[in-house]
């Protein structure tokens, strides 16, 4: 039985405005494309996850964290997630760099996207614009690192500013949860694995699980693996931490806790034409591991929830969109189970 007791949380960390054009062709370098529309949506960390989370179950408060110019495109964010629910109330704002965003051009006769994108106002994202204390939450979720520079800097005494934020907030006896960015880079030692000594839970994808251990998630075969995840999960544990592990990539999600208690659950199947985008799907599979976190459910429910948040983010072409009430979410599961 889901525990409904303690019901908020804090995400902290990217908050973005992805401008989506839609051309019609890639064009030759300096050359022309014709821009035969665009539209606005909600990207990162903070705004996707949040926005799956308090879509899931709206009695969830869901508080947004993080930093935006003092522009139009903060404006537009800032009323986009009060409109879906989210306190913004720690959503603060600069007038030293503009609100991050991206333009994605996408081949109108291809769906084939490219990204440009300003890192801008997430940059200068640090501890100072948080409240430690009236924080009040239930867990304090926090992503990406790799992707905030503010936060990815050293710190002489925990390793990055990130290190020391996640400990000064578990030092007020709240949870804290990590998410990272899908970087190939060598950045992950020196940026990454001070943070997870003062993380209680660990969502990430496959790929960065692979980046931060150097463990491959492939068994002899080439084919991504429960057991070869575990490993990955069990390395990540002995890193710091504390409590469980997840990961997840297409064709399933596995968690491991520190009491060793494993369960991996598979993707579910879609039907064919189901899929029009995939932007922010581990962002929405992260929201489902969250509400389960928050919410005490057994391991391989969370995984089943998370995996059909994650189908439910697949159904749109932008991050947010296709997010669906907890109900709804749950009969994805019935419909679309393997």
């Known amino acids: 039985?889901?525990?409904?007791?303690?019901?908020?949380?804090?995400?902290?960390?990217?908050?973005?405005?992805?401008?989506?054009?839609?051309?019609?062709?890639?064009?030759?370098?300096?050359?022309?494309?014709?821009?035969?529309?665009?539209?606005?949506?909600?990207?990162?960390?903070?705004?996707?996850?949040?926005?799956?989370?308090?879509?899931?179950?709206p009695s969830i408060e869901v508080c947004a964290c993080g930093k935006v110019g003092a522009d139009e495109y903060g404006a537009w964010l800032r009323a986009f997630l009060d409109g879906k629910g989210l306190d913004v109330s720690r959503v603060r704002e600069t007038d030293a760099a503009p609100t991050s965003y991206t333009d994605v051009m996408s081949v109108a006769a291809t769906g084939e996207r490219t990204f440009f994108h300003a890192r801008g106002a997430n940059a200068l994202f640090t501890p100072d614009d948080i409240d430690l204390d009236a924080l009040g939450c239930d867990l304090f979720h926090l992503g990406y690192l790799l992707?905030?520079?503010?936060?990815?800097?050293?710190?002489?005494?925990?390793?990055?500013?990130?290190?020391?934020?996640?400990?000064?907030?578990?030092?007020?006896?709240?949870?804290?949860?990590?998410?990272?960015?899908?970087?190939?880079?060598?950045?992950?030692?020196?940026?990454?694995?001070?943070?997870?000594?003062?993380?209680?839970?660990?969502?990430?994808?496959?790929?960065?699980?692979?980046?931060?251990?150097?463990?491959?998630?492939?068994?002899?075969?080439?084919?991504?693996?429960?057991?070869?995840?575990?490993?990955?999960?069990?390395?990540?544990?002995?890193?710091?931490?504390?409590?469980?592990?997840?990961?997840?990539?297409?064709?399933?999600?596995?968690?491991?806790?520190?009491e060793g208690e494993f369960a991996a659950v598979e993707s579910l199947k879609l039907p064919p034409g189901w899929i029009k985008g995939a932007v922010g799907a581990g962002d929405a599979f992260c929201a489902g591991m969250l509400y389960s976190l928050v919410t005490g459910l057994p391991l391989a429910d969370g995984l089943a929830l998370a995996a059909a948040c994650a189908a439910a983010n697949l159904a749109a072409p932008d991050s947010v969109s296709g997010a669906l009430p907890l109900a709804e979410t749950r009969a994805l599961i019935d419909r679309f189970h393997r």
């Open 147 to 258: 992707l905030l520079d503010g936060l990815d800097a050293a710190d002489p005494e925990y390793g990055t500013v990130a290190a020391r934020l996640l400990h000064d907030v578990q030092a007020r006896g709240i949870p804290t949860s990590l998410d990272l960015v899908s970087e190939q880079s060598d950045r992950f030692a020196r940026i990454v694995r001070p943070a997870l000594k003062y993380c209680d839970y660990l969502v990430v994808n496959e790929f960065e699980g692979e980046q931060a251990t150097g463990i491959s998630c492939r068994d002899a075969s080439g084919k991504v693996s429960a057991e070869a995840l575990r490993r990955i999960a069990e390395a990540l544990l002995a890193l710091g931490v504390r409590r469980s592990v997840t990961l997840h990539c297409p064709d399933m999600g596995v968690t491991l806790t520190a």
């Open 1 to 57: 039985m889901e525990n409904n007791s303690r019901r908020r949380v804090v995400l902290a960390g990217n908050i973005l405005l992805d401008v989506v054009k839609r051309i019609d062709v890639w064009p030759v370098q300096g050359h022309l494309a014709t821009i035969l529309g665009q539209q606005r949506a909600c990207g990162g960390s903070v705004c996707n996850s949040g926005v799956f989370l308090k879509t899931l179950d």
